[in-house]
């Protein structure tokens, strides 16, 4: 057993209001330069719809992460031998249009124009080009169903649903969104990692963040095409590839990445997972349906005594494991089982896991009163406008049993605290919700409370280190030279 320690994250999708500040943080402190003008290394799309780069589920258009061959796992689009074929030209990449031309104002016609009738104009600039362009793309076009028969039919998770499913989801009085804000999911078998021939790209021991080495980064751009989520980003500026740092800086101090900690909706939770990394590639290697399973597997349990031995033998501080027995992050997917990671076939095994939307859920009324005698007060899961087959095809390789469960125990907690608080809930419809989730009133208030009113040290709960390590750490990985990074401390 080769005990390992990651940071992990869970983000509650019921409670994202779309207002990108997540995006927004994160592009004013690391991607507000030249070249990597249209990166978004956490970006929020509108789902049904395309995303950004367009279309990048589509892993016959991009040929990312891993697929079974005989039995074992290879990458989709190639290793790093036969890879070499590619190397001078790389047919997977996503183009400037798939991502979209960044652009800004000439603010500067609104302040010297000259007097006159007409109200100044300040038009789009291209941010590649310099020349004036009109906009075709943005990074979240389709926000809020705004052209939705463009976008969402396009979406690659339709080709789940059959013609009258399609049909029923674009009449306007069923049409339903939500948003699924997106970043590096730091995986535990990253397929950037393994695609890149120069070994520019690594997986830093102490927490599991994956990162570029600057000075090795040779520009082949593999770990672009690599990485099924398209979340390594090549700048043309310094002709390197970039990709999202948890904002390690920040954990290396206590705090909590920008994204996470300007979160207006409070949907994001970070914590500590220690897992076996001998068992990998064993996991990733299993059949589509077992991955998650497979993949919950390999956390192990931070407060087993046999566990805690193991770890320290494997040199893992005190204060990794008293924050791994904490995470919120253990709780919602090892003890609760109710978030799920994001295109689990992909078989990069994430760390990145999302509680799936409930949606508006609207109450049984009969004659203007709420009919709390009935199980399905809320409506039954199966009858909610996304169809269960659309999550599945996100969040669960297509299998609808584990998004129905998922969806249920959530279902079971609001009626057990529309019980509690309204008090208008049959005592035998809340035991029934309850039992059929395997769920008690203790857990189902846990998930209420952690949900609902968590205070922001139970939301991220970060080792914390010693400020002698960091600079050892720094010293190690080559920072403190100005070797990764992004030029800001290069001499
Ligand atoms: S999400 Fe992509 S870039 Fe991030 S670690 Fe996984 S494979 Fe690499
Ligand atoms: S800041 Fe939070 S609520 Fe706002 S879009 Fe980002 S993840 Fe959603």
Redesign the pocket.
């Known amino acids: 057993m080769d005990i390992r320690s990651q940071i992990a994250m869970v983000f509650h999708l019921d409670k994202c209001i779309g207002c990108h500040t997540c995006s927004i943080a994160c592009k004013n402190i690391w991607t507000d330069r030249k070249g990597a003008e249209y990166m978004w290394w956490n970006n929020v799309e509108t789902k049904p719809g395309t995303g950004y780069p367009m279309k990048w589920e589509d892993q016959d258009i991009y040929q990312g992460g891993w697929v079974l061959k005989h039995k074992e796992i290879a990458l989709r689009s190639a290793g790093k031998i036969s890879g070499m074929k590619n190397i001078f030209h790389n047919p997977n990449l996503p183009g400037l249009d798939d991502y979209y031309e960044p652009w800004t104002y000439k603010y500067s016609n609104l302040f010297d124009a000259p007097e006159g009738d007409d109200q100044p104009v300040a038009h789009t600039i291209s941010l590649v080009t310099g020349k004036p362009i009109d906009v075709k793309a943005g990074p979240n076009w389709d926000d809020d169903l705004g052209g939705s028969m463009d976008y969402a039919r396009n979406d690659p998770n339709m080709k789940s649903l059959s013609p009258e499913e399609k049909k029923i989801m674009f009449q306007l009085e069923k049409m339903s969104m939500f948003y699924l804000p997106r970043m ?4 535990l078998n ?4 393994a695609s890149c021939p120069s070994g520019a790209l690594y997986k830093r021991g102490e927490d599991g963040v ?1 990162l570029i080495n600057q000075n090795k980064c040779r520009a082949w751009r593999m ?1 672009v095409s690599g ?1 099924p ?1 398209k ?2 980003y090549y700048n043309w500026n310094s002709g390197k590839s970039e ?1 999202c740092i948890l904002c390690y800086p920040r954990l290396e101090t206590g705090q909590a990445p920008a994204c996470m900690h300007s979160c207006v909706g409070r949907i994001r939770y970070l914590g500590v997972m220690l897992y076996d990394a001998d068992r990998i590639k064993e996991m990733a290697s299993c059949g589509e349906q077992e991955l998650i399973d497979q993949q919950l597997d390999l956390y192990l349990d931070p407060s087993e005594p046999s566990i805690i031995e193991a770890a320290k033998r494997n040199g893992i501080a005190d204060s990794i494991i008293e924050s791994a027995q904490k995470s919120p992050v253990y709780k919602f997917i090892k003890e609760w089982k109710i978030a799920l990671p994001l295109h689990p076939e992909y078989r ?1 095994l ?1 760390n990145l896991f999302y509680v799936p939307p409930l949606l508006p859920a609207m109450g049984a009324v009969n004659d203007a009163i709420y009919d709390s005698t009935t199980e399905s007060l809320f409506g039954d899961v199966d009858d909610m406008r996304l169809p269960i087959k659309y999550l599945a095809s996100l969040f669960s390789a297509g299998d609808t049993a584990k998004i129905r469960m998922v969806l249920n125990k959530l279902m079971a907690v609001r009626i057990h605290r529309r019980g509690v608080t309204a008090g208008d809930m049959e005592i035998k419809v809340v035991e029934a919700a309850l039992e059929k989730t395997h769920l008690n009133p203790e857990i189902a208030d846990a998930i209420f409370r952690l949900t609902s009113l968590p205070k922001f040290e139970e939301r991220f709960v970060i080792p914390s280190a010693y400020r002698e390590e960091a600079i050892e750490m720094l010293e190690n990985t080559g920072d403190a030279k100005g070797e990764i990074g992004f030029g800001f401390n290069s001499k």
């Open positions: 590096c999911n730091h995986c990253p397929a950037c990692v994956v770990c990485c989520y979340k390594s990709k990069t994430p």
